[in-house]
């Protein structure tokens, strides 16, 4: 089983997220309270925790969030997924709109980590189903 490790919102763009005990998503806007929220094609960003623990292999101690995602997950390869692919995660359900991104110069994790992986490994989705996504909770694929 595919898990969410960990949820994670920040206040502020480009900056790192910090864990919270649960996510409301709404269609159309996003996260409550995330920086992100918006009627936009990056609402939830997504990380497999296999492409943090590369990072981990390295040196760092890096904790959820570090690299601005939302949602941390275990045991889903993510950046192999096509976009269009539909993710129930908690009782919401997310439709991948884009792999990877490009980072800004002076992005906060790049600087304190010297490289970071969502350029490659992130996934970008918006949300199709309102629902609560916390840790623990399952995330599969709904419909490829």
Do not use: Y
């Not at 925790?49 to 570090?66: A, I, N, Q």
């Not at 010297?114 to 189903?129: L, N, Q, Y």
């Not at 840790?135 to 490829?144: F, R, S, V």
């Amino acid at each position: 089983m595919a898990e969410v490790i960990a949820v994670c919102i920040s206040e502020q763009k480009g900056v790192s997220k910090h864990p919270v005990p649960a996510l409301e998503l709404r269609v159309g806007l996003g996260i409550l309270g995330d920086a992100h929220a918006g009627n936009w094609h990056r609402q939830v960003s997504l990380l497999a925790e296999e492409s943090v623990d590369t990072m981990r292999g390295l040196g760092f101690e890096l904790p959820p969030g570090v690299f601005a995602e939302n949602l941390l997950t275990r045991g889903l390869d993510l950046k192999t997924l096509p976009v269009g692919t539909v993710l129930r995660a908690g009782t919401a359900l997310l439709a991948v709109t884009q792999i990877g991104k490009e980072c800004h110069s002076d992005c906060a994790i790049k600087q304190a980590v010297g490289r970071c992986v969502m350029p490659s490994e992130g996934v970008f989705a918006v949300v199709i189903r309102d629902g609560i996504v916390k840790p623990g909770d399952e995330i599969e694929i709904a419909a490829p």
